[in-house]
Every structure is written in structure tokens, then in C-alpha cells.
């Protein structure tokens, strides 16, 4: 059972191959990294703002693979274990999004670093 061959966009009603929807939504998205201290001090980044049409899933795995890190997508979010503020604007640039779309929250300090 496989929907990834001859498939219809439901959102523009083109085939998949033809579809720009995913390409439209990367251009217009406004993603918002932030970093936040979860259970056991570890950091967590957190990218928010993306388009419906972006799947995050797939952006998810690429960027755990980029950044050799562990992570998920979440309810409309992507979660990636560690602070990786200071590549993720570029691993995002090379994946297809702007670069005045990636906002980051530099207001996060890391404290107490062993
Ligand atoms: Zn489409």
C-alpha cells in the first residue's frame, strides 16, 4: 500500500512531481529556533513556524542527519537534542529555506557547562 506514485497534491490538486507546494511553504516560512533546558539539564532546540505543507517528519530526519543528533517531529514542531544554533541557520539555507526566514533566539546562555 503506497500513496507515493501518481499522487495528487490535495492542497493544489497538480501530481506530486509537479507540486511546488512544499517549495512554496519553505519560501514563506518563518521558522523561530529557540533552545530550551529540559529534564537532566540537557538542551533541546526547538523549530517552530513552519508552513502545513512542510513535512516535518522528512525535515526532521535530515536535519538529525546533518547534525548527527537525535530529535523528532512533534505537533507542528521539530525537537533536536543539543544546542545547534550555531549551524542550523546554514544546514537550513542548504535544505531549501531562506535565510531571512530563520530567526534564532541567541538569548538562551548556557550555565554550569562542564
Ligand atoms: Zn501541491
Known amino acids: 500500500m503506497s500513496n ?9 490538486g497538480l501530481p506530486q512531481d509537479l507540486c511546488v507546494c512544499e517549495t512554496i511553504a519553505q519560501e514563506e516560512a518563518r521558522i523561530n529556533v529557540t533552545v530550551e533546558r529540559r529534564k537532566w539539564g540537557r538542551l533541546t532546540l526547538i523549530l517552530e513556524g513552519f508552513d502545513k505543507n512542510i513535512d516535518l517528519n522528512d525535515l526532521a530526519t535530515k536535519l538529525k542527519a546533518k547534525l548527527a543528533c537525535g530529535g523528532a517531529a512533534k505537533h507542528g514542531h521539530i525537537e533536536l537534542q543539543g544546542d545547534h544554533r550555531a549551524n542550523i541557520g546554514e544546514v537550513l539555507e542548504k535544505l531549501g529555506f531562506p535565510k531571512e526566514a530563520i530567526n534564532i533566539d541567541w538569548s538562551f546562555q548556557q550555565t554550569g557547562r562542564r
Open 4 to 12: 507515493d506514485e501518481g499522487g495528487i497534491c490535495p492542497n493544489c
